[in-house]
C-alpha cells in the first residue's frame, strides 16, 4: 500500500538504552509530524518538519528526544537514555501541500514502545 | 496555548440509536478542525474536516458533524450507529495561520452493542 509505514511495530527496551523510530511517510508528502500517544490519553504533538527542516519542535519533551528528516522522505526519531515515561505509541504522520493548513494528515500504524 | 475537549470518554449505544460526540476548542484565531477514527487493530483515519464554507459537513460511513462558531464546537453525529462504528474517536484542531500541528482531545471510546 502506499500509506505511511513505520518500524519497528513494537519495540521494548532496558531504561537507559537509546532507541530509534522510523517513519516513511506517503510518497509526495512535503510535511511530517511525531507525535505520541500514552495509554489512556490523547496524542501530543512532538515535532513537524516542512521538507528536511523542523520549524516546529515545540513539543519534544527533553533534550533526549530529538528527530532527523533526509530530503523530503525518511524521518527518525531518536529517544536517548529511555525512561519507564517514555513508554508510549509513537505515530508519524504526513500531508501533502507544504504549507496549507487544512490539508489532513495521514497516519502511520505507530510503533508501540516499552522501557522496562 | 489551543486545547480540545472530548466530554464523553465512553459511550455504549445498541444499533440503530443516534449518536452525537460533543468536542470544544479554545483558540480564538481561525482554526480547523477534523475528526478522525481509530477502529480496534488500525491506523487513525479522517473522518471528516472543516475549514470553510457550510458549518455542516459530511463525512465517510454517514457521519457529519457541525462547526458552531459561537460555541467553539465541533460535535460529531450519525442518526443510527452500527456495531462496525465500534472504535475510538478523536477530535483535532490546528491553527489555520500558525501552528500547524494538530492538537487532539483524548478521545472518546464508542462501544456499538448488536
Known amino acids: 500500500g502506499a500509506g505511511v509505514s513505520q518500524s519497528p511495530s513494537n519495540k521494548v527496551t532496558e531504561k537507559g538504552k537509546d532507541v530509534e523510530l522510523r517513519c516513511d511517510p506517503i510518497s509526495g508528502h512535503t510535511a511530517l509530524y511525531w507525535y505520541r500517544q500514552r495509554l489512556g490519553q490523547g496524542l501530543e504533538f512532538l515535532i513537524y518538519f516542512q521538507g528536511n527542516s523542523a520549524p516546529d519542535k515545540s513539543g519534544l519533551p527533553s533534550d533526549r528526544f530529538s528527530a532527523e528528516r533526509t530530503g523530503e522522505s525518511v524521518s527518525t526519531l531518536t529517544i536517548q537514555r529511555t525512561q519507564q515515561e517514555d513508554s508510549a505509541v509513537y505515530l508519524c504522520a504526513s500531508s501533502f501541500r507544504l504549507g496549507q493548513s487544512m490539508e489532513p494528515q495521514h497516519f502511520g500504524d505507530g510503533t508501540r514502545l516499552s522501557i522496562l | 496555548a489551543q486545547s480540545v475537549s472530548q466530554h464523553n470518554h465512553h459511550v455504549i449505544l445498541s444499533e440503530a440509536a443516534s449518536l452525537e460526540l460533543g468536542c470544544n476548542y479554545s483558540y480564538g484565531g481561525t482554526v480547523n478542525l477534523f475528526w478522525y477514527v481509530q477502529y480496534p487493530g488500525q491506523h487513525l483515519q479522517l473522518l471528516l474536516k472543516y475549514f470553510s464554507g457550510d458549518p455542516l459537513v459530511k463525512g465517510i460511513k454517514g457521519f457529519e458533524a457541525e462547526f458552531i462558531k459561537s460555541k467553539f464546537s465541533f460535535n460529531l453525529r450519525k442518526p443510527s450507529v452500527q456495531w462496525s462504528d465500534t472504535a475510538e474517536y478523536f477530535c483535532?484542531?490546528?491553527?489555520?495561520?500558525?501552528?500547524?500541528?494538530?492538537?487532539f482531545g483524548s478521545g472518546t471510546r464508542l462501544q456499538v452493542q448488536p
Open positions: 483535532a484542531v490546528n491553527q489555520r495561520a500558525g501552528r500547524r500541528a494538530l492538537t
